[in-house]
C-alpha cells in the first residue's frame, strides 16, 4: 500500500500510523457514537495527523478491535478506565474476547459487591445511632431499643456497655410497675 494513503492518529503524542479504510471505521463508529454535531469537538485535524486527547496504551487495543484483531484490555489498565475509552470510541464492550472479558466483568462483580458492603454497613451505622438515640429516654423505648442491641451485638463489650445502659432505665421500669 502506498504509505501516502495512510493516516496518522496522534493519541497524546504516540502516532499510530494507520491505513484509511481504518480510519474510516473509527470514523464511523465516531460519528455513530457522538453525532455528527460533536465530531469536531473530539479531535484536532492538524496538517500530518489527527490528535485526540486519549489513552494512547487503550488506544492500541482499539486499534485492533478495529483492524479486525479482536478486543483485548491490556493488562496494567483499571477496567473502569477501558470502559470510558470503549465507550469513547464507540465500542460495545461485549465485543471483548473471552480471553480478557471474564477478568472485565470480574472487576465490576467486585465493585458492586464492595458497594453492597459499604450500603450495608452505612444502615448498621444508622441502625446504631438511632438505638443509641432511644436508649437516651427513660422510658419503655430506651428499654427495648437497649434489649434489642443485645440480640444485634452480643459482643462482651458491647453487652457491658448495654448493662450499664440499662441500669439507667430501671428508674422507668420502676415507674411503669407502681403505675400498674
Ligand atoms: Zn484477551
Not at 473530539?42 to 486527547?53: A, G, I, Q, W
Not at 450495608?120 to 442491641?149: H, I, K
Amino acid at each position: 500500500m502506498d504509505s501516502s494513503e495512510n493516516v496518522t492518529v496522534n493519541i497524546n503524542g504516540t502516532k499510530f500510523d494507520i491505513s484509511e479504510r481504518t480510519w474510516q471505521s473509527i470514523k464511523t463508529s465516531l460519528y455513530e457514537t457522538h453525532g455528527g454535531d460533536k465530531m469536531s469537538q473530539l479531535f484536532t485535524k492538524n496538517s500530518d495527523d489527527y490528535f485526540f486527547e486519549r489513552h494512547p496504551q487503550c488506544f492500541s487495543e482499539v486499534l485492533g478491535y478495529f483492524q479486525n484483531r479482536g478486543l483485548h484490555m491490556p493488562g496494567s489498565i483499571c477496567p473502569m478506565e477501558f470502559k470510558e475509552e470503549l465507550k469513547f470510541w464507540g465500542i460495545n464492550a461485549k465485543e471483548m474476547s473471552n480471553c480478557c472479558y471474564s477478568r472485565y466483568i470480574g472487576f465490576f462483580d467486585d465493585q458492586k459487591m464492595l458497594n453492597m458492603l459499604d450500603t450495608d454497613e452505612s444502615n448498621r451505622t444508622n441502625e446504631r445511632l438511632y438505638l443509641d438515640r432511644c436508649r437516651r429516654q427513660q422510658d419503655w423505648s430506651g428499654v427495648e431499643a437497649t434489649v434489642w442491641s443485645v440480640f444485634e451485638e452480643p459482643s462482651s463489650g458491647k453487652l457491658a456497655k448495654v448493662l450499664y445502659v440499662f441500669q439507667d432505665n430501671i428508674v422507668a421500669i420502676k415507674q411503669i410497675i407502681i403505675l400498674k
